[in-house]
């Protein structure tokens, strides 16, 4: 963390650098960007933990490098290439300061939900399961980071459309937006969901080679992993909201997915199904925030004043 927390600032930035560029037209470069640091953070971590034994902070300095790296290749994009999207004297408004505030909410607890949820399964599991139940979730977390990701990239990226059209006054397009969206990530959910069932072996095999925490958290992944198929729904409902800018609906949407329901549900469930109501409480979550996406969706996509600016 010591490592890592010096490069904290070129991460930061270069997440929102992604984003505007996306909104400047290239949605390319950005994931060209994010890939080449992905690729220089595992020849750095070859390079600092097996060539050179400088350990777990050698794997750190790496991490930092690579997001160093892509956001070097993203400020540059925005200093030279850009088409609309240029740095200018800043006029300051504590106004625009909380309108921009109150429409990121969402998205803030969109991303930070997902550590807050692991926070409290770590504590639930490490009481319950023990260290080999942490073990399993571990892995579980790292392909639900991929997920969950994924999930919210696609997200981001119908907002501008939905907002575009939204201020073009296209109404049928910013509904029509949605309901595509809303099939391919159902198709998306579904992809996951049975890929990683497919290669669940393989994917575990990878990490642990103990047989009792393997056949753990083979079932724990299959169980875990229904919320694969659902949650994109949720996500892709919230992130729709924001772009309309009907923010509690999608503040709601977020909290009850990423905090509220997850905290019931990891106290209730253990204490009627045993251990295995921790597996449970994710799946549980996110289908009991379907319903209320679902209740305002069909509340609101129909009315014209969702798009009335």
Known sequence: MSVVILFCTCYMVGYALEIYIKVDGNPVYPAICVM??????????????????????????????SQLTSMSMLLFYILFKTKKIKFIKLKYSFKDLLKISKIGFAEFLAEVSTGIAIFIFNIVIIKELGEKGVSAFGIIGYISSFVVMTMIGFSQGIQPIVSFNLGAKKYTDVIKTLKISLLMIIAAGIVFYGSINIFSEKIISIFLNDIETFKMTKY????????????????????????????????????????ILIGIFLI??????????????????????????????????????????
């Open 36 to 65: 080449s640091g992905g690729i220089i953070n595992v020849f750095l971590d070859y390079l600092f933990v097996v060539v050179y034994p400088y350990g777990i902070k050698g794997a750190a300095f790496a991490t930092g490098m």
């Open 220 to 259: 724990a992944l299959t169980v875990y992993s229904f919320a694969y198929i659902i949650n994109g729904l949720n996500i892709v409902t919230a992130g729709y909201f924001t772009a309309v800018k009907k923010v509690k609906i999608s503040t709601t949407i977020t909290i009850l997915r990423g905090i």
């Open 268 to 309: 209730v469930l253990p204490k009627v199904f045993g251990t295995t109501g921790i597996w449970w409480s994710v799946p549980a979550a996110e289908l009991a925030t379907l319903v209320s996406s679902f209740y305002f969706i069909r509340k609101y996509i129909y009315k014209y004043e969702i798009v009335r600016v």
